[in-house]
């Protein structure tokens, strides 16, 4: 029977053995805190979802399966709690360190230190696909440096355990989840590249730059990101890749080729035992030699020691100048055949776009290989105002903003004299339900009228009725003097049945007159 669930705040006994110290994270209903193993006298990380969440016999078996990767980059599984006062817990080891997102808001790594990073992450997503684990959370949040140079990768099943309770998990959901690990990959060796994130913004990160639909290369974006790792980049994200490169489509084939690429761009440090050897510290740049000896001039010049001279090229290297010397010649028939290429993908591209313009429906594009989402099914809309007099707003129009008529849509009253309602409300709004629990990244939206001030604001994930006070909902994202169309990021972490679009001031519409309309809304999510 599961007992009645009490608050969780710091110092409180977990089991009769962890104390909880600090809340570390929330993500998907799930609360990570950092606790004290009271017999072991030692520090541990505990992920909490109540018993009573659907989804919560799904978290402990993950846990159990997730088991069974044994690579040490993932932190172990300890202990696991059912029920107690409420809540199932994982107990894993705590890793005293920093998460690489913290770390690229500062300043993107050298190449040598992406490279280094991302191999093994990739070599330990790889040991989890071979056991049938997948991450599908990748993120340089969940990535953690220590002062050592060790990495550490958290979260490991976690997002596949907090997906819907009643979904079966199918061959060809485990094909599309190593997809998203390897797409996550490449966005994390990016992200390594130049300090943005491909797809939106993620971990305090920015968006990513695009050119004309398409991710722009990491060299286009920084300088000094060298050559083969650019195209290594561009292997895992391009859609598809440039130069008829072969796509990477596994970890083990990017951890694979990490471990051979060359740094082309970046002069050789003057001392080869340096250059063969990693400082032991991911976070801290290489170390300056300096010179010693007597000063030019002072002594007679002798030979230098053959110990100081370049190593001799590695296998990898001479296949490499192989393969260059190879790919020279007939140049100039390969430019023309790209360029005719690239001409049909062009005048197809086009076609595609005006036929989606004149027929296609107004919100629901088709998701870019950025983007992976898609366009989540809405049960129905309601009305919410919840600081008016009649606590309604219109409720006979709210299936406007739901039907196929880009004309028509749920509006507000008018209000005079202000555009923030006339300093009568904090706001109005339209609640969005989806029928059950959804992992939820964008709102797109189809406004009359503009400027408007929009909030987005959330239930928590365990909520079941709709919302009917500003208290039960937090707000996760903000855009003032929206136009007529809008499409609204949520953080990754956003994970909700009901979503709210919050208006805070309206479009004028007359002489001192103000009132907001939504024609049209979709969600998009997983």
């Known amino acids: 029977m599961t ?192 300090s943005r994130w491909p797809g939106g913004h993620t971990d305090g990160l920015r968006a990513a730059p695009t050119e004309h639909g398409r991710l722009l290369r990491p060299r286009r974006v920084r300088a000094g990101v060298a050559r083969d790792i650019d195209t290594v980049c561009d292997r895992i994200l391009g859609q598809p890749p440039r130069h008829h490169e072969t796509p990477l489509t596994t970890a083990a084939d990017i951890a694979h080729v990490l471990n051979l690429v060359g740094e082309d761009e970046e002069p050789p440090l003057a001392f080869t035992g340096e250059a063969r050897q990693s400082s032991p510290d991911l976070l801290r740049l290489d ?115 739901l039907d196929d008529d880009a004309e028509t849509g749920w509006y507000t009253s008018t209000y005079y004299g202000d555009p923030a309602l006339g300093r009568l409300k904090d706001g109005v709004g339209l609640v969005v339900d989806l029928g059950r629990p959804s992992q939820v990244e964008q709102v797109q939206l189809r406004l009359a009228g503009s400027p408007t001030d929009i909030s987005i604001l959330t239930t928590p994930s365990t909520q079941q009725d709709p919302p009917s006070d500003l208290s039960e909902l937090r707000e996760v994202a903000v855009l003032d003097g929206a136009g007529e169309d809008a499409a609204i990021a949520l953080p990754s972490d956003t994970y909700s049945r009901y979503v709210v679009v919050w208006l805070r001031s309206l479009p004028q519409v007359g002489n001192d007159e103000y009132r907001g309309e939504i024609r049209a809304v979709a969600v998009r999510g997983r």
């Open 287 to 401: 170390p300056v030699i300096e010179p010693s000896g007597p000063p030019p001039g002072l002594a007679p010049p002798r030979r230098r020691p053959k110990a100081f001279e370049p190593a001799p090229p590695t296998r990898a290297e001479r296949r490499r100048a192989r393969l260059r010397a190879a790919a020279r010649g007939d140049r100039g028939l390969v430019l023309l055949g790209v360029l005719g290429t690239v001409t049909i993908v062009a005048v197809l591209a086009l076609l595609v776009q005006q036929a989606t313009r004149e027929g296609g429906p107004p919100l629901e594009s088709t998701p870019t290989a950025t983007s992976p989402t898609t366009v989540l099914p809405i049960e129905r809309a309601l009305d919410f105002d919840p600081q008016g007099a009649d606590r309604a707003e219109n409720p006979q129009l709210v299936d406007n903003a």
């Open 3 to 194: 007992s009645e669930r009490r608050a969780l705040t710091p110092g409180v006994v977990i089991a009769d053995r962890y104390e909880l110290h600090d809340l570390v994270s929330e993500r998907l209903g799930c609360s990570n805190w950092r606790a004290h193993d009271q017999v072991l006298n030692r520090n541990v990380r505990i992920e909490l979802l109540p018993a009573s969440d659907p989804r919560a016999a799904n978290f402990l078996q993950a846990a159990r399966e997730s088991t069974r990767v044994t690579d040490h980059h993932f932190l172990r599984v300890l202990d696991l709690i059912e029920d107690d006062d409420g809540y199932h817990g994982i107990v894993r080891e705590w890793a005293r360190a920093v998460p690489l997102s913290q770390v690229l808001q500062e300043a993107p790594l050298p190449n040598r230190r992406a490279v280094t990073i991302i191999a093994e992450v990739a070599d330990a997503i790889a040991h989890a696909h071979a056991h049938g684990v997948y991450h599908r959370r990748l993120t340089p949040h969940q990535i953690l440096l220590k002062e050592s140079g060790a990495v550490r990768i958290v979260g490991l099943g976690v997002a596949t355990a907090l997906a819907p309770a009643d979904h079966q998990v199918s061959e060809a959901d485990k094909a599309s989840y190593e997809r998203a690990d390897v797409e996550a990959i490449g966005k994390l060796l990016y992200a390594c590249l130049v």
